[in-house]
């Protein structure tokens, strides 16, 4: 591919939202409810493309940009769950507007928005210099913070106040850790840094980085990109914000937001590797892992609304992510960066799944819903779905990642990981067991007979249920067979373990 | 990157201009009645700039100045601006009633949070030592501050100064480690810090009109019990 060829497909997954947002500023509800899966679709083949690229010649450095495999595998993520939350959205916003909860012009700003969402995350997972990542998702909390308080109830601002507040905090502390990594980079040997906070060249001077500051500038990195990956200790403002924000924008942050972020801690674990050896980084991640799966347990289980218990199930997966990560790795990271991809898709169907089951039943609580087989058997079977692949059971590829995981670290080196996997097990049964019983009483046993529960239609509308099919096959499929994907992860993986 | 030398009055400028610094982060702890927690916070923005000008003067370095001119801008003018112009749409409270912590216990906390940050500074210091890099534990210092005064209260306004401390500090620390982290990130921090302030302002009159108070205390609606 000639460079300006490849500069234009590098910078279109910027643009193409960015436009697309634009669009939807002045378009009708219908045009843009086409644009919007038209640009996940865009995003999603160039991410194709650039994937195939980089497979076969290395990374690429154009306009700023850093196209490696992680960067084009994460673009997947954010094109397939853009796409579940596209074609899932415009039933939601009629449904809404139809209802009275949702003014046209709020329609239409969440349009908006939602598209400068998928443009600041582009960015994030594209740049080649950790300053502009950090710019990036600074961006994706000052664009998403009035979806997050769109309902303007007590409920909805009350989130979006602990939302901007925790995450700016939190990931101002990574910014004081991006400019302790600058002061060790500015005094590393010279011939070997000299490039400021740029990732690659960065990797290439961490051998030579002062110990002392690194270590410090590494904790608040991991701190800080946790906060905003929903990891503990700073996690607090997830739980208010997925389950204040619509469905399909609590879809896109819980599957892709965390993710970026996350992705954002594998990149500073490659150079904190070098500069200080693995250990360091996989005390931290572990520990936090650790930590998430127990908060994450102790909430699940006398949980009284089904939003919070997805948004709970989120902090899980990102924990099994960090538990992953800090086992470190090939096959390890091959299998966080499958469970990235396969958690996004289901995480995104259940919570479209939640989002239907609240218009239907007027209520987020646990207790006020019953019997969904009897009265919406399309919604009852989709949704259950989805919960039993959270919980990790085959064919979906949460299963085969989970798994991976736990096999690399009963067979990774040192007793740590190996403990630290043995808790984390304990503690996801204690999850998947309350999770269980939570989403059995919603949807088994007989219907309720109160007034309002026969009007409701038993067909979900046809977008919802084409975009729930499609994110529970997408992952069935995955579980068995990875496909063209596989060899991308597996260039991922190498970028992020150093090896060649 | 070379190592800066620094005049000696250059240098005892840049100490009083950190002190000034740290002067008026404990000055804002200290305080419970708003309008003077925002003269305090303006005053912090000023010394900040100050603090930037000193090392442009003593690097002789134009470049950095236009810098300080930015930073006197955005610091010690625009973002004061904002905050009293969200206070007064803010209601009538103009006192932190009930801070978390009594001014006492905060002020013994702000004196433990000062030592902790000069014992974890020392890898900063011993790094390319310097006059400038000196200073670093005292930007260390204002970020924990602000940190404390975040968490410890609850008046959204004084929320907020918390956040800008935070960030004031961090800017301190990057231009006296290594004058600055790049133009372009440098800029963008700047929008980011200044959209962050704007969503909170609109968000904080929204506080206002749905619980009719901006009291976080009252914050209860979503809990897990």
Known sequence: MTTPTLAALAIAPIAVPALTAAGCAVAGRRTAAAAGIGCAAAVLAVAAGLGAHVVAGGPVEVAGLRVDALSAFMLVVIGAVAMVAAIAAPAHVAAEVDAGRLAPSTARRQGVLVHAFLAAMAIAVLAADLGVLWVAVEATTIVTAFLVGQGRTRGAVEAAWKYVVICSTGIALALLGLVLLNHAAAHAPPGTGGHGLDWAGLVTAAPGLDPGVTRIAVVLLVLGFGAKAGLAPLHAWLPDAHSQAPAPVSALMSGVLLAVSFSAILRVKVIADAALGPG????????????????????????RDYKRMLAYSSIEHMGLLALGAGIGGAAATAAVLLHVLGHGLVKSVAFVGAGRIAQLTGTSRIDRVRGLVATQPGLAAATGLAVLALLGLPPFSLFASEFAIVRA???????????????????????????????????????????GAAAAPRRLPRSTAVAMAAGLLAAAVLGVTAGPLAELITHAARTLTGAP | MEPVVMSPPAAALLDVAAGALLLTAVLVVWRRDLPTILRIFTAHGLALGALVGVLAWAQRSVELGLVTIGVLAVRGGLLPWLLRRALAGAGPARREVRPVVNVTASLLAVAALVLLAFSVSVPLVELGESPATRAVPVAV?????????????????????????????????????????????????????????????????????????????????????
Do not use: C, K, Y
Not at chain 1, 409 to 414: E, I, K, R, S, V
Not at chain 2, 153 to 172: E, M, P, W, Y
């Open chain 1, 280 to 303: 360091f980084v996989r005390a931290l991640l572990l520990g936090a892992a650790l930590v998430s799966l127990a908060v994450a347990a102790s909430l699940l289980l006398a949980q």
């Open chain 1, 409 to 451: 670290g009963l067979a990774g080196d040192g007793p740590a990981a190996g403990w630290a996997v043995v808790v984390a097990l304990g503690l996801v049964v204690v999850i998947g067991a309350a999770m269980l019983r939570h989403t059995g009483r919603m949807l088994l046993g007989p219907a309720p007979d109160g007034p």
């Open chain 2, 141 to 225: 210092a204002v970020v924990l501050i602000g940190l404390l005064v975040l968490v410890t209260r609850r008046h959204t306004i004084s929320q907020l100064v918390g956040f800008l401390l935070v960030d004031n500090g961090i800017t301190a620390a990057g231009f006296l480690t290594t004058s600055g982290i790049g133009l372009v990130v440098e800029v963008g921090v700047a929008l980011d810090v200044l959209l962050a302030v704007l969503v909170l302002q609109v968000l904080a009159g929204r506080i206002r009109d749905t619980f009719g108070d901006v009291d976080l205390g009252e914050l209860r609606e979503l809990r897990d019990r």
